[in-house]
């Protein structure tokens, strides 16, 4: 079945920046429109950004429009996502699955942002 892992989040001031990474482990992408959700303490997981399995498409939630950057390594098995401009209302879990969502959820990756 293979695994999701995100990495890459921490604690940044108010416009500052951070790089996500999603790996599949024992599995790969496949053909899979990939995407990246969301969730804030005491809030439903939301859409955040997707890329299409040749990166053709993309696609992002309003909210992070102009801020934020996903891409993808099929070859590696790996999403990213840049987020540039932070501010305290993206501080929340950040998963990665495909669009659907389809696949099992990982553990996550905090980012908080300090005002």
């Known amino acids: 079945q293979g695994q999701l892992v995100e990495s890459g989040g921490g604690l940044v001031q108010a416009g500052g920046s951070l790089r996500l990474s999603c790996a599949a482990s024992?599995?790969?992408?496949?053909?899979?429109?990939m995407a990246w959700f969301r969730q804030a303490p005491g809030k439903e997981r939301e859409f955040v950004a997707a890329?299409?399995?040749?990166?053709?498409?993309?696609y992002y939630a309003d909210f992070v429009k102009g801020r934020f950057t996903i891409s993808r390594d099929n070859a590696k098995n790996t999403m990213y996502l840049q987020m540039n401009s932070l501010k305290p209302e993206d501080t929340a879990v950040y998963y990665c699955n495909t669009r659907s969502p389809s696949l099992g959820w990982g553990q996550g990756t905090q980012v908080t942002v300090s005002s």
């Open positions: 890329m299409s399995w040749t990166g053709g498409n993309t």
């Open positions: 024992g599995r790969t992408f496949g053909y899979y429109t």
